[in-house]
C-alpha cells in the first residue's frame, strides 16, 4: 500500500527525534510491503525564519494533502519574546485549528523494565497503563475575547473559557468510544465547583453516557485528578478533559513513565472507530528541547511511538504498530536507555543508536 506522509521536523530536537522516527518508519515498509512517500515542510521557529510565519499556507495546503503529519517540536529561546508578534507555538495551533484536529490522545504507560526510572515508589505506578483524551481546539488557548490592554489603573489581560455543547459533545464520544475497547472506565474531569463551563461539560458526559451503557463514568474535579495521578495512577483507564486541564495533567502524568521522551501523543480530526482510519498530526508530548539540540542524546522512543500510533488511527495498520511497540520493548528489556531514562545498569545510548537498535530489532 501507499501513503502520503508529510514530515515537519520542526525546532531544537525535533529533526533528530523524527530522523529515527523515519528511520523505523522506512523498515516497516520494507518489512510489510509497504511505500510511505515523505513530504518535507517547516513549523514553527525554522518556519518564522525562513517565511516570517510560523506556519505558511503551502505547508499547511501540504498536510491536507497526505494521509497523517509527523512533527517533531517547535520553539526555542532565539524566538522566546513576550512581545513578540509571530511564535512558534502559532504554527502548531495553526495546524490543530486548520487540520481540524480537536481531539488529542495521550496515553501513558509504563514499562515494567522502567519502574526505578522514575522519583515514583515502584508499588505506586506498575500496571499504570491510561489514555488522557484532551480537547484541543476549544478553552483558554482559542476562546475570544483573549488581548491584552493598559488602562490608567495599569495593565490587564483576559483569556476566555470558552465550550459549546458540540465541541463537549464530540470529544466526550472519543473518549468512551476509546474506553469500549479497554477496561470500560472513564473519568471525566472538570473544575464544575467553580466554573460555568465546566458545569455544561459535566451535564453534557452525563448525557452522553446513556449511550454508552457498558462504559463506567465517574466525574472528577480538576485538582482532585491532579492528586490521583500521584497517589494512585493505576486506578484510571481513560480520561477525558478540556484543553488547558488536559495540557497540564498529561505532563504530570509523563512523569509516571520516567520521562517526557517516552511519551507519544496523537491529535485526529475523527471519532476513532474499529476499521475507520481518522486524519491525524502525530508529535511526541515533549518541546524541542533546545539545549540538547545537535548532541546525539534526545530520547526518540516518543516519537518513534507516535509512529506506532499514526500506523494504528491513521493508516489502519495494527499489526505494524505492534511491531513497532515490541520493538521499543525488546530494546529497553535489553538494558539501552538514554540519559533521560539512564539507570543503574543500563546501557547508556544515544539518539542515533536508540532508532538503529529499534530498527534492527523490527527487522529481527
Not at 484532551?134 to 476566555?160: C, I, M, N
Not at 469500549?180 to 465547583?193: F, I, P
Not at 486541564?245 to 511519551?263: N, P, Q, V, W
Request: hydrophobic share 45%; net charge neutral.
Amino acid at each position: 500500500m501507499k501513503f502520503n506522509i508529510a514530515v515537519l521536523p520542526g525546532d531544537g530536537v525535533g529533526p533528530e527525534v523524527v530522523t529515527e522516527a523515519v528511520k523505523v518508519l522506512e523498515v516497516a515498509g520494507e518489512r510489510f510491503g509497504h511505500e510511505f512517500r515523505l513530504h518535507y515542510g517547516a513549523v514553527g521557529g525554522v518556519a518564522i525564519d525562513q517565511h516570517g510565519v510560523a506556519l505558511t499556507d503551502d505547508t499547511l495546503k501540504l498536510c491536507k494533502r497526505c494521509h497523517a503529519v509527523l512533527l517533531g517540536a517547535v520553539g526555542g529561546p532565539k524566538w522566546d519574546d513576550p512581545l513578540a508578534k509571530v511564535r512558534p507555538e502559532d504554527g502548531l495551533l495553526a495546524l490543530r485549528k486548520g487540520l481540524r484536529l480537536f481531539a488529542n490522545l495521550r496515553p501513558v504507560k509504563v514499562f515494567p523494565m522502567l519502574v526505578n526510572s522514575t522519583t515514583l515508589k515502584p508499588e505506586v505506578i506498575r500496571g499504570v497503563d491510561l489514555l488522557v483524551v484532551r480537547e484541543l481546539t476549544g478553552g483558554l488557548y482559542f476562546g475570544k475575547p483573549k488581548k491584552r490592554w493598559q488602562t490608567a489603573r495599569g495593565r490587564h489581560a483576559v483569556d476566555s473559557m470558552l465550550y459549546s455543547e458540540k465541541e463537549i459533545e464530540r470529544i466526550l464520544r472519543v473518549g468512551f468510544e476509546l474506553a469500549m475497547g479497554r477496561r470500560k472506565k472513564l473519568v471525566s474531569v472538570d473544575k464544575a465547583n467553580v466554573l460555568e463551563s465546566s458545569r455544561l461539560w459535566r451535564q453534557v458526559a452525563t448525557e452522553v453516557a446513556t449511550e454508552y451503557p457498558q462504559v463506567e463514568l465517574e466525574h472528577m474535579l480538576v485538582d482532585a485528578c491532579a492528586m490521583r495521578l500521584i497517589q494512585r495512577p493505576a486506578y484510571f483507564d481513560v480520561v477525558v478533559t478540556e484543553n488547558t486541564f488536559g495540557d497540564i495533567l498529561t505532563d504530570e502524568a509523563s512523569m509516571l513513565a520516567g520521562s517526557m521522551g517516552m511519551l507519544p501523543s496523537a491529535s485526529l480530526a475523527a471519532v476513532p472507530k474499529a476499521g475507520v482510519m481518522a486524519f491525524g498530526l502525530y508529535e511526541p508530548i515533549h518541546g524541542s528541547a533546545p539545549k540538547r539540540a545537535g548532541q546525539n542524546v534526545a530520547n526518540p522512543v516518543a516519537t518513534i511511538l507516535t509512529c506506532a500510533m499514526m500506523l494504528r488511527y491513521s493508516l489502519g495498520l495494527e499489526k505494524e504498530a505492534q511491531v513497532v511497540e515490541n520493538a521499543v520493548i525488546s530494546a529497553l528489556e535489553a538494558g539501552y536507555r538514554t540519559y533521560d531514562i539512564m539507570d543503574e545498569g543500563g546501557t547508556r545510548t544515544g539518539t542515533r543508536e536508540m532508532g538503529d537498535l529499534i530498527a534492527k530489532s523490527m527487522k529481527a
